[in-house]
């Protein structure tokens, strides 16, 4: 008797990958605690490097571990990976990222490896994940663009002129569009990187709270999908009625 296969997909998200032609293997995870090294200091508007490449090393760093798992397995790919990053309490300095999902195989041996052999990541659910292979489309990567941004503090002068009056802070919406910018663009080229058609689900997160005032961390993220060589076109929605009781709400 075979071991039994483990999964954070939900019941209906198990049965929806079978009916896509795959099946679970088990739930793969990678994880990295990394030190984040000096913080540079600025007057005005800057971008943090050192912050933002701790937390791109620190995501290949998991995503390889997660990656190496689901190959251990076999697995063409990985889905319904969820993202979690944290500071840990034992030290400021420190950053944990970590990345879970269930790896999946094809039934039918058809290859959904991208083009370098690795298992294929997304962040997709249960159901999304059939409907864009149903349309003709399958997932290639998650893909990620950070930035970490300093906003620089007001003048003196600027803050009394201010203190009585409604007025924008525009240091403060200049450093949203920039680091927001920086993010998205970063995440693109990831997706051309795996040659990628675009990229779905995307969400943009914003953090101000984690490095301390006067800093903002944007993050994108997103699966990027390429269109299937065989795909017969998009099929036609089906109709879903809910079948539990509304009037005992």
Known sequence: MSEPFTSDLSASEYLLVEDA????????????????GFREQFASNGELTVLGNAMYKARELAMDSLEGEASRLRADGVVGVRLETGRQGWGSQLMEFMVAGTAVRHRGGRKFRTKNGRAFTSDLSGQ?????????????????????????????????KQVRQNAEMVNFTQAMYDAREHAIAR?????????????????????????????IEFSAIGTAVVALPDAGGIRPPLTVLPLDDQRSR
């Open 21 to 36: 032609g795959f099946e679970p293997l088990g739930l793969v995870v990678g994880v990295a605690v990394y030190h984040v």
């Open 128 to 160: 999304e994940f059939r409907t864009l292979l149903n349309s003709g489309y399958r997932p290639a990567a998650l893909v990620m663009g950070y930035c970490v941004y300093h906003v620089g503090r007001r003048g003196v002068g600027q803050a009394v």
């Open 187 to 215: 995440m693109q080229t990831e997706a051309q990187r795996c040659h990628a058609d675009g990229v779905v689900g995307m969400r943009i997160q914003e953090n101000h709270h984690r490095w301390g005032a006067h800093t």
